[in-house]
């Protein structure tokens, strides 16, 4: 009886049927996946932290805190900026490629994530940007 079973198993296991279904959801997924847009950030996002770093390459205080909210304005000085500036626009200038993670929902923030990649050959860089309501509310680089 376990053989007969088994035998019963095998042939329904690879009836045509089977097949065809198998292959109809095979298809269904490479359709899904051809129609899955490519992870990337809003437009939006992506010439927010572009500004940014680019404010960040030109030394310009000005320019990166102008999209922030009050808090973010008021929480990071133009000396600290500067400190940060003078450390990492030279790696910037050098050049360097980005890769966007994912986004991420905190505290009623949109976390975005890039990985910096630098082409002096330094260490990667993670990028998180926090923004509500358009505005930025922290702008990290670990």
Request: charged content about 15%.
């Amino acid at each position: 009886m376990n053989k007969m079973g088994l035998v019963v198993a095998a042939v329904l296991t690879m009836s045509p049927l089977t097949l065809g279904l198998v292959k109809d959801v095979q298809a269904a997924v490479k359709e899904q996946v051809k129609s899955a847009p490519a992870n990337q950030p809003e437009q939006s996002v992506q010439r927010t932290f572009t500004s940014l770093i680019n404010a960040i390459e030109q030394k310009n205080y000005n320019k990166f805190i102008s999209q922030g909210n009050a808090a973010f304005k008021e929480g990071l000085t133009q000396q600290t900026f500067t400190q940060v500036s003078g450390q990492l626009a030279p790696r910037f200038n050098k050049g360097y490629s980005s890769v966007f993670l994912g986004k991420l929902n905190q505290q009623g923030y949109q976390v975005y994530l890039w990985k910096l990649t630098f082409k002096d050959g330094s260490d990667d860089i993670l990028a998180r940007l926090s923004l509500k309501a358009g505005k930025v509310g922290g702008f990290w680089l670990n």
